[in-house]
Nanobody, 119 residues
Framework: QVQLAESGGGLVQPGGSLRLSCAASGTLFNSYAMGWYRQAPGMQRELVAVITSDGSTNYADSVKGRFTISRDNAKNTVYLQMDSLKPENTAVYYC?????????????WGQGTRVTVSS
């Protein structure tokens, strides 16, 4: 069982930056691919960025060059650095942990942290 706790959301002006953190409890954090998803009002949840257990990353086209995902396995934490924020980045951001472990798929979600980009 893994519990995920996001932090770092808030209100920021367009062009500003925020860093989201997701602290994971439990064991074998480095066996999970970690991802950030977001859900804007009235929209479906969508993938923002993912980082695999070996550090490979992938981003949604809309955030490439502005957002950076990273992980610190010693701290069981994944981060999302968000720069040059736009109003359309306003959403609840969710942390996700996913792995296939001896044929069993494990997946966990955090409760989300709200990001509002507005002047």
């Amino acid at each position: 069982q893994v519990q995920l706790a996001e932090s770092g959301g808030g209100l920021v002006q367009p062009g500003g930056s925020l860093r989201l953190s997701c602290a994971a409890s439990g064991t074998l954090f480095n066996s999970y691919a970690m991802g950030w998803y977001r859900q804007a009002p009235g929209m479906q949840r969508e993938l923002v960025a993912v980082i695999t257990s070996d550090g490979s990353t992938n981003y949604a086209d809309s955030v490439k060059g502005r957002f950076t995902i990273s992980r610190d396995n010693a701290k069981n934490t994944v981060y999302l650095q968000m720069d040059s924020l736009k109003p359309e980045n306003t959403a609840v951001y969710y942390c996700n942990a996913k792995r296939v472990w001896f044929g069993r798929k494990d997946e966990y979600w955090g409760q989300g942290t709200r990001v509002t980009v507005s002047s």
